[in-house]
């Protein structure tokens, strides 16, 4: 990735965190809903107010954005996100998942990880905020953890240890 090109046109509908006071539109959240609903990158804004917002934060998102829109034209698209570590990658991945479990619980996911751990905490994360998120809830209401999925444990079988997110 690159460093942003310094011409583009500020006046996109995006959530800026450096123009717009999140926590105003935290409150007349109705009219941003919609915006979170369609651009990732507003969604993790929202989701996430006291992430740090750079170039690297933007276009990773961007990156998901135009992965999603390949896969929902039935291209079968590959992404590899790469960044020393402590860049919020894992945080990116997650804030995905649940971006796409609620455009459309339809679509099969996985997380996979090199570490146990990662993926457990991962899976209650998105879990946690699925059930219990203010902000997830105004943006998806609809999307709900299905009943019968529990948080991961090493004890855990296969058919009950991940969430799934409950088709509308």
């Not at 507003?42 to 006291?50: E, F, L, Q, V």
């Not at 402590?86 to 609620?102: M, R």
């Not at 459309?104 to 219990?132: C, H, M, T, W």
Request: glycine share 6%.
């Amino acid at each position: 990735m690159s460093a942003p090109d310094e011409t583009a046109d500020s006046s996109s509908a995006v959530l800026d965190p450096e123009v717009i006071d999140t926590e105003r539109v935290r409150e007349e959240s109705a009219g941003w809903r919609g915006l979170a609903q369609k651009d990732f990158y507003t969604y993790r804004i929202m989701m996430n107010p006291g992430m740090l917002c750079n170039w690297w934060t933007k276009q990773v998102s961007e990156h998901f954005q135009k992965f999603y829109e390949a896969l929902e034209r039935g291209e079968r698209p590959k992404m590899a996100l790469m960044a020393p570590p402590q860049h919020g990658k894992s945080k990116a991945v997650n804030d995905f998942t649940g971006w796409v479990a609620g455009k459309n619980p339809n679509i099969k996911q996985i997380f996979a990880s090199y570490s146990e751990e990662l993926g457990a905490r991962a899976n209650v994360e998105l879990q946690r905020a699925i059930r219990d998120s203010e902000t997830y809830h105004g943006i998806w209401p609809e999307t709900k953890v299905a009943p019968e999925a529990k948080p991961y444990s090493p004890n855990s079988s296969p058919k009950n240890c991940c969430w799934s997110a409950r088709p509308r």
